[in-house]
Nanobody, 121 residues
Framework: QVQLVESGGGLVQTGGSLRLSCAASGRTFSRHAMAWFRQAPGKEREFGAA????????HYADSVKGRFTISRDNAKNTVYLQMNSLRPEDTAVYYC??????????????WGQGTQVTVSS
């Protein structure tokens, strides 16, 4: 079983930046692709960004491309999501996930508890 714990969420102003972290334990971290999903109130879970096991491949949703950067540090068993130029529509609970390299939530077997990101106008 893989345990994922997100941190770094909070309240920021429009145009601001925030970096989310996801610490993994329980299995060999480097064997998993990692991703960030988000879910706003009343909306379905939405794919944000994914990174493959080596960190050499990344994929982003169009809504965050050019603004968000996903990275991983396998030595620290940690995945990051650097979020720049934040907008109110980025407000959501952000979830870290581990599994197969994909944009589909069903392909990720392990999930964190989520961290709230709120972007004020």
């Amino acid at each position: 079983q893989v345990q994922l714990v997100e941190s770094g969420g909070g309240l920021v102003q429009t145009g601001g930046s925030l970096r989310l972290s996801c610490a993994a334990s329980g299995r060999t971290f480097s064997r998993h692709a990692m991703a960030w999903f988000r879910q706003a109130p009343g909306k379905e879970r939405e794919f944000g960004a994914a990174i493959n096991w080596s960190g050499g491949g990344t994929h982003y949703a169009d809504s965050v491309k050019g603004r968000f950067t996903i990275s991983r540090d396998n030595a620290k068993n940690t995945v990051y999501l650097q979020m720049n130029s934040l907008r109110p529509e980025d407000t959501a609970v952000y979830y870290c996930a581990a599994g197969s390299y994909s944009t589909r939530y069903l392909d990720y077997a392990y999930w964190g508890q989520g961290t709230q990101v709120t972007v004020s106008s």
